[in-house]
Structure formats: C-alpha cells, structure tokens
C-alpha cells in the first residue's frame, strides 16, 4: 500500500516515520522535485494529495518555512512497517542516499582541517584524500579489523564507538566520532597489531594506505613537521610517535585579545603554540612561538590554568588530548617538565649572579629529591631561605604569622617554586611553608651548594666585565698614551691601534674591531687570556690555529696579519671582514634561506677555501655558516682555524659542530679532507633548506642532543623540501654518503674538481677562479657596514679589555 498518490503523477516522495500507539508525531519530509502536469494540456497544475491510509489516519500538509510538515494522527495500532523511512537523520528529516553521503563527506573534510597533520597539506594531496576515503556502515559487534591482518587502509570514525584491542593490553584503546585510527608502527611492519570493533552500530571513513603514506611524505617535507621537531617536549619522540601526536592534534585559531579558554575543549590538554604570542595572566609570562604550557594542569587535580592565558596577537595553538599524551609522552612527559622547571630556575640565578657556561649546567645538578614528614616547617616567615623547593607531590601549606600565632594563607600546587628570588638576593619571605599531607617530596636547591659553585665562578670575558671596566678608567689614564711595545722587523706592534668596538666574544677571549692609528685602516684583533686557555684545555687548539693561519693565503681566507703577545693574552690580527657573518644573512633572509643562484655563489667561494686549505695540507674540519664572513663588498671569507690539523696526523679528536660532524668521526674513524666535502655538504642544504638534514630540534641538553644528531647522521637519511632543484638534491646527496670513498661517486681528490665540474655548478655558471679573481659579483651585499653583526651592545673601548689573572708561558713558542 502506498502512502500517497496526487493528480496527474506518480507517488510524491514522502518517508513516514514510525509511530507508537496513541500517539502523534510530526515528520518533515521533503518533496522531490516533479514536474506535476494535467494530461490534457500540459500546464503546471498544483498537485491534489488524496491519502491512501484508511478511517484510522488522518493526514494533513502545513507549511513551515520551506519545508512541508506532514502531520499523521493513529487512532489504533496499525503495521506501519513498509511505509518506514529507510535512511532519517537525528531531528526526523529524511533524507535521500545522495544528501547523506554529501553530509557525511562535508563531516570528513571540517574533520580532517582541525588536525594539525592535516591541516596545512599540500592541496592537491588533501584533495586526493577526500577523494579516494570511502564510507562504511557497520553494527553492534561488526569487527572492522583482526590481528594479523594486513594493512590496507587507515580509518577515521564518523559515527557510532569502538574498541581496538591490542596484543599488549596496555595499549587498548577506545575510539569515538573524530577519532583516527593510524598507527605508524603497524604501517611499517604493514601488519596489524591488534583488533578493532564496533561497540555500538556506527559510520566510518577509509583512506587507503597509499595515499596515506603520500601524506605522510607531504607532511615531513614541510615547515609543520619541522616545527614539531622544534618542540622540546617532542624532542625525544621517534619519527612514527612525532606523525601519530600530529594526526591527534587540534588546530585552534584564537583572535587577538581572546581568552583561551572560550576556544579549547574542557579537560586537561597539553598545549603548543605555532604562531603569535599569549600571556599568563597568573605570572605575567608572554609565551611564544614553540612554547608549551598547560602541563602544570596534568599534574593537579583540577585544571585552573587555561582561564590564565589571552591571545596578545592572533595565535594558532595546538591542542594535544590528554588520551593522547599520555599514549606517547607519558613516559618522559615528567622528566622534561621537571628539567623545565629546573633550566628556568638556573637561568634566573645567572641573570641575577652573572654566572655562565660550564657554571650553568653545575648549577642544573645540584637539584636534589626530597621527602618530608607531615608537620615538617621548610620555611618560616620573616627567616632566611636556605633554599628553594618545587613540590612534586603532596601537600604544602603556606603559613604566615598573625597576632604571634601561625596561620594557613593558602596551598601551593604540584611543581609550584617557593623561596627563588628571596634566597638568590638575601630577602626574608613574609611567609612560610610547611608539609599538610602525611608525606610531601620535594625538588630542593640548597643554598649553601649553590654558594659553592658561584664562588668558584673565576672572572669572565664579557660584556659585563666590559662595563665594568671601561667606566673605572680616569680621564688622565684615557689620554696617557698606551705603553709601545718594540715592533717587529716590518710589522705592527700592539700599541699602534686603536680600540674602537666588540666584534664578537668566545670561551676564552674577545674579537675587537681596531683601527691603525697612522694609516686609519680597520682590522679585526681575537684577544684569547692565556689562563682561560689553559684551564680550559684549549692549549693545542689555539696553536694550530697559529700555525695553520701563517700557511694560508687565498682571498676566500681571512687573511692573517701579525700577531702579538704580552703577559696576560695572545692576540691574532687579521684583516677585516665587516659584511658579517653568513649566518645572520641567513636569519634576516624572510625565508630563513638562500635561493640557489646565491647559495651557488657561496658554496663556489667556500670550495675554493677548501682547495687551498687542502693543498697545504691542512683539514678545516669546522665548516658551518657562523665561520664564514663576508668582506664589505659581499665575498665570503673562512675564519676560525682553532680546528684546522695538519692532514697527515691522526685526526681522532671531536671536534666542530654536532649538526655538521661527519660519520666517520663517530665510528671512530677519524678526519681526512673527504670529511670537509661531508661538512661542505650540510653546508649547501642549511643553506637552500634554511636547516641542516640531521637536527631533532631544541634541546636545553646539549649532550642529549647531540646524541640524537649522531643517531641520524649514521641512518643516513636525507629528505628534501619540495623548492630542491634535481641538480642540488643530487650533488648533496653525493657529498652526504656515509662511506668517505663512495663520495661523488668515489672520484673526490685534495682538488675537488668533481664538484667544481657538477652540473649545478655548471647550470649557475660559477667557477673557483673567476670568485677569487673577482670576475664573478658576489650576491649578498651588506645593506650598511656591520648590519648583520651580534649586538654586543655598541660598547666603545679606549683599551683593549684585560682579565686580572697571574702570567703564564703557555703559547710562547708560536707567538
């Protein structure tokens, strides 16, 4: 029996729902779009609905807005069954097949926008996506995957809940709308670890694995990617943990002058800031790009901290549920808080003690983990601190004193800081701290161990000496004219310039621009303190510096002049290279990078260095873009021979920087000059990429970090960004293999014609020769002098800074 019948036409699309005995229930329908017409004449007559129900339904059609509402009315039980709508939605509104499928497809799309890995893939990627996932229905109890099976496909749910059940159970896990189901490790082995079911009946999407991967691919190609790596609290995930944390996360836009929390799902979440900047309102700490906060909620009962935070710019945070840190940093998610916590507390004690380097990281160790009894006072008001404590668990009280009697005046919560600032300059806190819970284990810095170490802390080369010096010095001492020292048989002596400004400043020296006082020619003077030298065991460093520089001369080379000595420091003179570092062209570049005409440019000048280094049978062996200066007309010039060693000599010792040391030195293996093309490789791709192919991001532990570089330097792995030429990505890749004998193709000799001759070189016509004879203009031209130079803070000098250290011989053979 059909449902209705009009005048002139077939049955009008309408879906009745199913109704309970007694009762009345409002459906909306929609009408097909028919062409209704009277036989005769071919008009467009308004249809005349005639109900094919019998005395015990009545059925009437109203108007609401611009749907049709169809009003049934049952007076007794009657079977409705074959006249029930197949497919409604959640308010009764039928829809066809066809509508449903958009819906569910619009539902994928806003789904996958929202998760980071997602978000910002390349269009056609994403577009293909979308276009390939496929639709499935399934009931209570369907299994959508066994254990063992092979993997073909990854699966976002749309509807409905699941479970998947791990071999380990530690692992399980449930799955609901929004959620997606890609494990990375299943993928690689392309074997299921587990198996997944329905709970309730439900709709899920399917993108197969092919084009999965082809996102994945997309995505570590990427500058989002990259940021991750960048993240500290990431750092120690493996690549397949970093792609997971990215399918989960939720990109939140928040405006300028919001609060976070009208924008962000209720619970405890981890959150990361890509862009913009945010304030804690609780501390008044503006949070920046790569920073993450929140994570003191994780550790408290209750979340309070997200109503802290406003939007201070537009700001795009990423937000990590708490289901989902917990699968992948649980397990180092405390640690790293803690060092967190740790590293700001160091770096508050230098700034207010002026302690630095090697200091810093004693000072990380002296933390220690304590636990005290209920009742135990750590603190008392109006006293001293004798040090500072970052509860980690239980339960601190703060007290203070009323009316000569002890009174609570609030709680401190989990990793909460008392006493910093009042035990580093001496101050009586107004209150106290004692233990509430039964048991309370504590983070302490004593101040007696953190007295120790300051006082060990020797004089410094820095600017804070500077200021200190400088200002000391009398009128009649700034005209006395300094003591001339005798010159050498046509050379300079000390006394014969004048120091004008800091250039730079290193481990155990300064870098100062002087002017010769007859002439007015600008050279560049590396003052190095004989004690700092020696004590830092930089003895044979500094004289192979000395020795390499008298062997060297070629115009990519910064040119050795002369080099003087007294009874406090040795001093190197060079010519001056006043266009600044690459390093900082590489930084005020928008893209952070070089297009490749003028990365060309830079590498050809480099190779030449090298060319001539190597003949002279010298290994640079500290290639990186903070070594090479560029002269006031924009040529580049190599500096810092402290590395340099005379090739034929065992060259085991490590040396130069993590991100650009060659595999052969972490084998064991030791330097030759093929390790300086392995350098002069990173080199090309720091400079086209923006960043070199082996860093894991920021670390505050440089030992850690180091370690994690070596790791990937030996996989010998290297992914391109998609603006890689053909030619750059295969002369890199030549240079970049792990074996020293298979590089460029085992032709590579002292001369590096090989390289001079690839077609990279060739296509962007630069040659060795025509950059030293000046033939070839350079690409980078400082916009004024010294533009790109580190602010040292445009200190002037009248003297050439000196430590108060004893005399000493060392270095007296070469100087």
């Given at each position: 029996m059909g449902c209705l019948a009009s005048k002139g036409a077939g049955p009008a699309a309408y879906q009745v729902g199913k109704l309970s005995k007694g009762a009345e229930a409002e459906d909306h329908v929609e009408e097909t779009e028919a062409s209704i017409t009277d036989g005769g004449d071919g008009s467009n007559d308004k249809a005349l609905f005639v109900p094919l129900f019998d005395e015990e339904f009545r059925f009437s059609r109203t108007v609401q807005g611009k749907k049709l509402v169809s009003k049934v009315t049952q007076s007794k039980a009657a079977p409705l069954e074959h006249v029930l709508?197949?497919?409604?939605?959640?308010?009764?509104?039928?829809?066809s097949p066809d509508e449903d499928y958009s819906q569910g497809k619009e539902f994928l799309?806003?789904?996958?926008?929202?998760?980071?890995?997602?978000?910002?893939?390349?269009?056609?990627v994403f577009q293909e996506l979308v276009v390939v996932a496929e639709r499935h229905h399934c009931s209570a109890q369907d299994s959508l995957y066994r254990e063992g099976e092979g993997i073909d496909c990854v699966h976002l749910i749309e509807a409905g809940s699941f479970l998947c059940l791990m071999s380990d159970n530690d692992r399980s896990f449930s799955a609901k709308k929004g959620d997606i189901i890609a494990s990375m490790e299943e993928i690689r082995l392309r074997k299921r670890n587990g198996g997944?079911?329905?709970?309730?009946?439900?709709?899920?999407?399917?993108?197969?694995?092919?084009?999965?991967?082809?996102a994945c691919r997309s995505f570590m190609e990427s500058l989002d990617y990259r940021f991750l790596t960048q993240v500290d609290y990431f750092l120690y995930l493996g690549e397949d943990h970093l792609l997971e944390?990215?399918?989960?996360?939720?990109?939140?836009?928040?405006?300028?002058g919001q609060a976070l929390s009208h924008y962000v799902d209720t619970g405890k979440h981890l959150y990361i800031l890509r862009k913009g900047s945010m304030s804690d309102n609780s501390t008044d700490r503006v949070i920046s790009s790569h920073q993450v906060f929140g994570e003191a909620d994780i550790f408290c009962e209750e979340s309070t901290s997200v109503s802290n935070f406003s939007c201070l710019e537009k700001s795009l945070v990423l937000q990590l549920p708490?289901?989902?840190?917990?699968d992948y940093l649980d397990h180092g998610l405390m640690g790293i808080f803690e060092d967190k916590i740790k590293i700001q507390i160091v770096q508050e004690v230098a700034r207010i003690k002026k302690v630095h380097g090697k200091r810093m990281d004693d000072i990380f160790q002296l933390f220690e983990e304590k636990v005290y009894t209920s009742g135990t006072a750590l603190a008392m008001p109006g006293e001293a601190m004798d040090s500072t404590v970052i509860l980690k668990k239980g339960k601190l009280v703060q007290v203070e004193e009323r009316g000569g009697k002890m009174t609570s005046c609030g709680t401190l919560n989990p990793y909460t800081v008392f006493g910093l600032t009042a035990m580093i300059r001496n101050k009586r806190p107004n209150t106290g701290i004692c233990v509430k819970s039964e048991s309370a284990t504590c983070i302490v810095l004593s101040k007696a161990a953190l007295k120790k170490v300051i006082q060990v802390?020797?004089?410094?080369?820095n600017s804070s000496f500077i200021k200190a010096t400088v200002p000391a010095m009398t009128k009649s001492s700034v005209a006395k004219k300094p003591k001339q020292k005798k010159k050498k048989k046509g050379g300079y002596s000390l006394g014969d310039f004048r120091p004008m400004r800091m250039l730079g400043q290193g481990q155990f020296g300064v870098v100062l621009q002087m002017q010769h006082i007859k002439s007015n020619k600008i050279f560049a003077l590396k003052v190095q303190y004989r004690?700092?030298?020696?004590?830092?065991?930089?003895?044979?460093?500094?004289?192979?510096?000395?020795?390499?520089?008298?062997?060297?001369?070629?115009?990519?080379?910064?040119?050795?002049?002369?080099?003087?000595?007294?009874?406090?420091?040795?001093?190197?003179?060079m010519e001056a290279a006043r266009g600044g570092e690459l390093f900082y062209h590489l930084e005020a570049s928008s893209t952070k990078r070089f297009d490749e005409h003028t990365a060309c440019f830079i590498a050809a000048s480099v190779l030449g260095a090298l060319q001539h280094i190597h003949s002279c049978g010298l290994i640079y062996r500290d290639l990186k873009p903070e070594n090479i200066l560029l002269d006031s007309k924009g040529y580049p010039k190599l500096v810092d021979f402290g590395c340099a060693k005379i090739a034929e000599e065992s060259n085991m010792t490590m040396c130069g920087t993590p991100e650009y040391v060659p595999p052969e030195l972490i084998k064991g293996l030791g330097?030759?000059?093929?390790?300086d093309y392995w350098q002069f490789g990173i080199l090309l791709y720091e400079m086209i990429c923006g960043f070199t192919p082996f860093e894991p991001g920021f670390c505050a532990d440089h030992a850690t970090k180091a370690r994690l570089i070596y790791e990937r330097i030996l996989m010998g792995n290297v992914e391109f960004p998609r603006h890689v030429s053909p030619d750059a990505r295969d002369l890199i890749k030549k240079l970049l293999l792990l074996h020293p004998d298979q590089r460029m193709d085992g032709l590579l000799d002292e001369t590096a014609r090989v390289i001079e001759n690839h077609s990279w070189f060739l296509y962007h016509k630069m040659t060795t020769s025509g950059i030293a004879k000046r033939k070839i203009s350079p690409c980078l031209t400082p916009a004024s002098e010294n533009s790109f130079q580190p602010n040292m803070g445009g200190m002037n000098f009248t003297r050439i800074p000196q430590p108060a250290t004893t005399s000493t011989n060392v270095l007296d053979d070469v100087y």
């Open positions: 709508a197949q497919h409604q939605d959640e308010e009764g509104v039928s829809m799309v806003e789904t996958l926008r929202k998760k980071y890995f997602f978000a910002h893939l390349r269009d056609a997944m079911s329905a709970v309730s009946a439900g709709t899920y999407w399917t993108i197969d694995i092919g084009t999965f991967k082809k944390s990215a399918f989960h996360m939720q990109v939140i836009h928040i405006p300028r708490q289901s989902k840190y917990e802390e020797g004089p410094r080369r004690r700092e030298i020696e004590e830092l065991g930089q003895v044979e460093r500094v004289k192979q510096e000395r020795l390499a520089l008298g062997r060297l001369d070629h115009p990519n080379i910064c040119k050795f002049v002369d080099s003087f000595k007294d009874e406090k420091a040795v001093y190197l003179l330097y030759d000059f093929k390790s």
